[in-house]
């Protein structure tokens, strides 16, 4: 249910992401950035949150990039 009287705000920056590649396009100045590196091994989070500090959803993308540098987070997977 939406309220009129509340301003709702969505942003969708799937045109930025290659996930073949698992990198971000930053514009011509910045170039891309490969999302692997910049994790370290943590997964990408994509989440949308009430105002106060009520997550809505909230899941977690892997890459097949991010399996290695992953071990490091938890000891499990290094077995």
């Known amino acids: 249910v939406t309220m009129p009287q509340k301003i709702y705000t969505f942003e969708f920056l799937q045109h930025m992401l290659n996930m073949q590649d698992f990198t971000i396009e930053l514009g011509s100045m910045l170039g891309h950035v490969e999302l692997g590196e910049a994790l370290d091994g943590q997964p990408l989070q994509i989440m949308a949150r009430h105002e106060g500090s009520h997550n809505i959803w909230c899941f977690d993308i892997w890459h097949e990039m991010l399996y290695e540098d ?10």
């Open 70 to 79: 992953s071990k490091r987070h938890d000891p499990i997977l290094d077995e």
